[in-house]
């Protein structure tokens, strides 16, 4: 049994591989962060080695044991993994880790069917390791699938992207997201469609969100915002030297918070026109409309095209502190008081009902 929701199209595609024995040796799954790449991946190699007459089954040995992620003939290999088992944490995959799948790769199937290798976050891959990867893709063995799982496929080198047939795994509609909640997680109504606006059609992100002290994080970064929003120019060149600190050690993060105020101003703009059954931040509609009336919709395009700018600059290793300065200093200031406790009183009031 497929365990991914949606993605109706890569399902179909892998389904008919699998039914008329033409699979490809390698895949590219594209798709944004915690859209289902590696439940897919997960899936395949279980359906690879499926004991069963109807693959994957999901019950039978094999399919347990590639679910825990304990077959010896499915190996995943990515920084998440690499940095779990070692003190420093690394930035690329490196080339030892492909030439030990390359030797790997060799090898006959030791307890399955086929030997099946995911690469989480292919775009890692450091130069030398992605030229290494090619030499593999471009000499395919028998009983051998690999499976390269990325969220920017322009990363990657042309050539390794050739080998690969692409599946690209889209979000699901916020619909989809919310009757998968409430469906197969139970999760009561109004946090299912507060998490499936929220994961922009990612059902992994929503499902973490559940336990992950997710939504607790939003509340702190709204609150980052709301502090910055009102602050004098020390108060925002302090912030702008802790989101550099904070980059400085983990760039995702700083990237996840540019994200989220970003939602906040598109939320904005929805509230302004009188679109707001469209806003993401569906529990926050009493301080997004008193907030709007603050605002005229150019200060909050700009303040919409700042995040965004200051975002693809740090992407492009750009001066941290420099970028974030710059975007403190453009955004648009509010009234602190009223609009930060009504930020509190609403993320209470929906944990309340939770």
């Known amino acids: 049994m497929w365990s991914v929701i949606g993605q109706t199209r890569a399902l179909s595609l892998l389904k008919r591989g699998l039914e008329a024995g033409s699979l490809a040796h390698a895949y590219l799954f594209v798709g944004p962060a915690h ?18 007459a109807e693959s994957p089954c999901g019950e039978c040995l094999s399919c347990q ?12 290999i990515g ?14 995959i490196s080339i030892d880790e492909i030439r030990d799948l390359q030797h790997s790769a060799n090898l006959p199937p030791f307890e399955g069917k086929c030997k099946v290798f995911i690469i989480d976050g292919a775009e890692l891959l450091s130069t ?27 990363l990657l080198p042309a050539t390794v992207v050739s080998r690969c047939q692409r599946v690209e795994l889209l979000p699901l509609a916020a619909a989809e997201v919310e009757s998968a909640l409430k469906k197969n997680w139970g999760v ?51 912030g702008a030297a802790q989101l550099a600190a904070e980059f400085a050690e983990n ?19 929805l509230v302004k026109v009188g679109s707001a059954d469209f806003i993401t931040n569906v529990d926050q509609v ?33 001066n941290p502190r420099l970028v974030l300065e710059v975007l403190m200093l453009n955004l648009p200031e509010v009234g602190r008081k009223r609009v930060k406790n009504a930020v509190s009183k609403s993320e209470n009031t929906t944990e309340r009902r939770s």
């Open 286 to 318: 009493a301080t997004l409309t008193d907030m709007a009336k603050t605002y005229s919709l150019a200060q909050i395009r700009n303040a919409i095209e700042n995040i965004r700018v200051a975002s693809a600059q740090l992407r492009l290793n750009a």
């Open 79 to 92: 920084l998440s993994q690499a940095n779990s088992a070692e003190s420093k944490p690394r930035a690329e």
């Open 128 to 154: 030398e390791a992605a030229n290494c990867l090619l030499k593999t893709l471009e000499e395919p063995v028998g009983k051998v699938v690999f499976v390269l799982l990325t969220t920017n496929e322009q």
């Open 188 to 238: 009561e109504p109004q946090k299912a469609r507060l998490l499936s606006r929220l994961s922009h059609g990612c059902l992994g992100w929503a499902v973490r969100a559940l336990d992950d002290g997710l939504l607790s994080q939003r509340t702190e970064r709204l609150g980052e915002l709301v502090e910055i929003i009102h602050a004098d120019y020390e108060g925002r060149f302090a």
């Open 35 to 52: 859209v289902g790449k590696m439940a897919l991946a997960v899936n395949l190699a279980q359906a690879l080695n499926c004991e069963a």
């Open 251 to 269: 760039r995702e993060l700083v990237q996840e918070k540019l994200a989220l105020w970003l939602d906040w101003w598109r939320d904005l703009v």
């Open 65 to 76: 044991k590639v679910a825990s992620g304990k077959h010896a003939d499915v190996q995943t």
